[in-house]
């Protein structure tokens, strides 16, 4: 099985700044990218930011020059660097594992998801 963990989140003013950070463990023999997604209520759950093994980064439009993803592949984690938030960020933020082969041959890696953590941006 395996298990992300996230923290990082919290309460902060418009134009602050937080990192939330994942780590992903248990039977892991790769992870082809890591990254994250947000949810706020009422809406379906977005593409954040995500980064794959080789360090290829791909960010939602809304966070572009904002949010910073990186991660380091030996360690299994992956972080979020989050500035010039706006109210419009607030969200639960889900780390997600993407295609984790659990050994060598694993023929259909799956995907894992965090539990979440709240990002309330508000004054």
């Known amino acids: 099985q395996v298990r992300l963990v996230e923290s990082g989140g919290g309460l902060v003013q418009p134009g602050g700044s937080l990192r939330l950070s994942c780590a992903a463990s248990?039977?892991?023999?790769?992870?082809?990218?890591m990254g994250w997604y947000r949810q706020a209520p009422g809406n379906q759950r977005e593409l954040v930011a995500t980064?794959?093994?080789?360090?290829?980064?791909n960010y939602a439009d809304s966070v572009k020059g904002r949010f910073t993803i990186s991660g380091n592949n030996a360690e299994n984690t992956v972080y979020l660097q989050m500035n010039s938030l706006v109210p419009e960020d607030t969200a639960v933020y889900y780390c997600?594992?993407?295609?984790?082969?659990?050994?060598?041959?694993?023929?259909?890696?799956?995907?894992?998801w965090g539990q979440g953590t709240q990002v309330t941006v508000s004054s």
């Open positions: 997600v594992a993407e295609r984790v082969k659990r050994h060598n041959r694993d023929a259909y890696p799956p995907t894992y």
């Open positions: 248990g039977s892991i023999f790769s992870i082809n990218a």
């Open positions: 980064i794959t093994g080789g360090g290829n980064t």
